[in-house]
């Protein structure tokens, strides 16, 4: 019986875009080259458009997509989620349902496996076009089986075509959204050992005699996405010689789902184990075998293309999983300044502009763009991870991104002046932020990082010899604790030798973005809550164990909204508020019913570090702190979960809030210590935004303002009457002296700094002291 919505590989040819798109037609022209091509089928655009015309869905699209500002994230990111909702509630048509499963069932016959394991891949008709690649705009679900799941990952396909990153990037491009229509492709499911990507033209140095082969372990979305270094190899294809390796340390693979559907991430060690971390993931043969392939996909394209590839652990064979022509390459190798500013973490990134005004566009960024904007803020930090480069309009080399950037290892370039006006939304451009320059581009093969920078200078990396230099020198003891602060906890082991006290502040944002991924909702809903648990217990004593028995405080998740919805299922549980920074976060999240389930896992991973790994020197401390009754009360579902307030379980909280201000001493007789939040304080005191630039460059956003100072004298006074710590965590006592001055003269017990500006903050603080000492004395 002939098919209407459905078009096996064997039958699609190069001139099928229309209606089976850039992957469908690929996939086709592969399998009829003759090359290893898992064996699959295509469900045709026609079905999608049928299927929008039989839901009636096509006005609605239409009607939300008219008028809308893409530049506008919360806006964009509204209207997508309304056209999803409306996409994957939508009825589809009986007769196009009927051909999928018939298909399947035919599928399964010719492999002789019942109810197969597939890959569910969209492929955009504009996708994948020699001018213009839409790869990764529509998403891919892998490891997929039987009749209904397959239905129902096929409308998710349909559905994310009109994903916001999709939207905006047909919006940029100027493709119109309703010449655009979307076929799936379903293939059987590699069971991938290693995989990777190869270009047949090498894409640092543009050279059409060279390609590039990229390996890992596990499924290649590890490597696509940028979650691993993969090993890297460099090829003369004239001579089939590897002219340059590179074995990376591969720590984590992505595989099938263990008695479930879809993916996960898994610690390389556990599954392969410690051996293949840093050991090579492809044998010589194996990389000839590439190689080989590689000339011949080439060949056959006329063209030099980017594939990928997967190697089947049951077969023992390599299948090409997708080919499209290399659409950045230039033909010359010239370097074209854009503009130039002050080096602030070395190293070269190489990626898309993305224009960022305000912390409302963060959600614009994906992996691998170059983030511009006048100036970053933490909350910037997410975003800032997924990027390959980092360049401002402001700043010095003590400022925000520099700092950031440097704890991250992200190139960046700080001080541009013109930056955010010379580089263009989408530009594609080489940031070489070991001399302070962004190159139009992708241009420069990239040089060893400086392994002897030390923190004055805008290095990243802290040097045996540096670290030797600072007993040598012998820090100056302090009165007042210098402490650190510290995102990310694999940086620990860079960081734990310089002369601070503790750890003032340990972002848990970065265990969330980093190691678990998902919401804590979406966990607990999945059945998934034992892997935040152990995850975020991991990144807490990672650190703890290596500063003990120095104090580590860490503080409990402070995501807003926009930042919660980034994580996995967070779109379906967060509301989309006007101004996060001062919604629903820290303290009024926790005890709300929408999320207290998830602030108990919190807890629970907080407990096991203390209680199961015997690491008593963690601190809790509490963000957003508003009220004292909500502060009671979180204090309740703390102890319910074992976490009770006592001499050998310290509960401190961010006095950032101005109601924390005016009840300094009531707060101060419910908990063991502040920290000062400067930065929001500073905004809320201020009434200015930190996000703006107008009303930074004005003077408002700066605490040395006097009301604000005022305000950090109550709560010393306040902590130092009632006999608790008083910190404070941010850069301003590094930034100004006389700021430090201030908060030393007032009493405050210890600062917590970046890691680049502990040793100057450690002396500055001591100077002040001394000057203190010296002023009693003459006074007497």
Request: glycine content about 8%.
């Amino acid at each position: 019986m002939a098919y209407n919505y459905i078009l096996w590989f064997e039958e699609i040819g190069k001139n099928d875009i229309p209606r089976v798109g850039g992957k469908g037609a690929n996939l086709g022209e592969l399998t009829a080259f003759g090359l290893p091509v898992p064996p699959g089928f295509c469900v045709t655009a026609g079905a999608y458009d049928e299927f929008i015309d039989y839901s009636e869905l096509d006005e609605i699209v239409k009607m939300l997509v008219n008028g809308l500002d893409v530049d506008n994230a919360d806006e964009l990111q509204s209207v997508s989620q309304d056209i999803r909702d409306k996409i994957n509630s939508s009825p589809i048509k009986p007769e196009i349902e009927a051909e999928i499963i018939r298909a399947y069932r035919e599928f399964a016959d010719s492999i002789g496996v019942d109810n197969p394991e597939v890959a569910v891949r969209s492929s955009a008709t504009a996708e994948d076009l020699p001018d213009a690649s839409f790869a990764g705009q529509q998403d891919t679900y892998l490891h997929i089986r039987g009749e209904e799941e397959l239905i129902k990952h096929i409308r998710s396909c349909w559905a994310s075509l009109w994903t916001s990153r999709a939207i905006y990037y047909r919006e940029k491009q100027d493709f119109d959204h309703f010449d655009v229509s979307l076929s799936v492709v379903v293939q059987k499911m590699v069971n991938s050992e290693k995989s990777g990507v190869m270009f047949t033209a090498n894409p640092i140095n543009n050279s059409e005699d060279e390609m590039m082969i990229n390996a890992s372990w596990g499924l290649g979305e590890a490597v696509v996405s940028g979650m691993v270094t993969p090993d890297e190899y460099v090829i003369d294809k004239k001579t089939k010689a590897v002219i340059e390796k590179n074995l990376a340390s591969k720590k984590t693979m992505v595989v099938k789902v263990e008695g479930g559907v879809g993916t996960e991430e898994k610690s390389v060690a556990e599954v392969l184990g410690p051996d293949a971390v840093d050991g090579e993931c492809l044998s010589a043969d194996e990389l000839n075998t590439l190689i080989e392939r590689g000339l011949k996909v080439e060949s056959l394209y006329g063209s030099v293309q980017d594939t990928e590839w997967g190697f089947d652990r049951d077969t023992k064979e390599f299948y090409f999983l997708q080919s499209r022509p290399i659409t950045t390459l230039e033909k010359k190798d010239v370097l074209k300044p854009l503009c130039k500013g002050l080096p602030a973490s070395p190293g070269i990134g190489r990626g898309t502009v993305k224009l960022i005004k305000d912390v409302s566009e963060i959600n614009l960024i994906q992996e691998g763009d170059i983030l511009v904007t006048e100036m970053t803020n933490p909350d910037m930090v997410p975003a800032m991870r997924k990027a390959a480069g980092v360049v401002t309009d402001e700043g010095g080399r003590t400022c925000h991104a520099a700092i950031v950037s440097r704890e991250l290892q992200i190139p960046c370039i700080v001080g541009g002046k013109n930056a955010t006006k010379v580089l263009k939304d989408g530009m594609e451009v080489t940031v070489d932020a070991t001399r302070g320059v962004v190159y139009e581009g992708f241009v420069l093969k990239e040089e060893d990082k400086p392994k002897d920078t030390s923190p004055a200078q805008g290095g990243a990396v802290m040097s045996g010899a540096w670290v030797e230099s600072f007993k040598s020198n012998l820090a100056p003891i302090t009165a007042t604790k210098i402490y650190m602060n510290l995102g990310e906890p694999g940086l620990i082991e860079k960081y734990k030798n310089l002369p601070f006290d503790g750890i003032g502040l340990m972002r848990t944002e970065f265990i969330f973005t980093n190691m678990i991924g998902a919401h804590p909702m979406y966990l607990l809903k999945t059945h998934q809550e034992d892997l935040m648990i152990d995850k975020l217990a991991e990144g807490i004593s990672k650190v703890a164990s290596a500063i003990y028995p120095r104090n580590l405080v860490v503080r409990m998740s402070d995501f807003r909204t926009n930042e919660f919805r980034g994580l996995k299922g967070g779109d379906e549980v967060e509301p989309i508020e006007a101004n996060p920074m001062i919604g629903w976060r820290g303290v009024s999240r926790y005890i709300s019913p929408e999320y207290e389930a998830g602030f108990r896992l919190e807890c629970k991973a907080m407990r096991r570090v203390r209680e199961e790994f015997g690491l008593t020197n963690v601190i809790a401390m509490l963000p957003f702190v508003r009220t004292t009754d909500e502060l009671v009360t979180v204090k309740g579902i703390m102890a319910e979960e074992g976490l009770k307030q006592s001499k050998n379980f310290k509960i401190w909280i961010m006095a950032e809030v101005p109601a924390v201000v005016f009840q300094a001493e009531e707060f101060a007789e419910l908990v063991d210590g502040f920290s000062i939040g400067s930065n929001d304080l500073t905004q809320l005191v201020m009434g200015a935004d930190r996000d703006s630039g107008v009303l930074n460059n004005m003077g408002y956003f700066d605490e040395r303002n006097e009301a604000v100072k005022r305000a950090l004298k109550i709560i010393i006074d306040a902590a130092n009457k009632k006999g608790i710590t008083c910190s404070i965590c941010g850069q301003g006592p590094s930034q100004y002296p006389e700021l430090a001055e201030f908060l030393v003269e007032c009493g405050v017990t210890s600062m917590s700094v970046n890691p680049d500006t502990v040793e100057y903050t450690r002396r500055l603080v001591a100077s002040v002291e001394q000057k203190m000492i010296l002023k009693k004395l003459r006074n007497l």
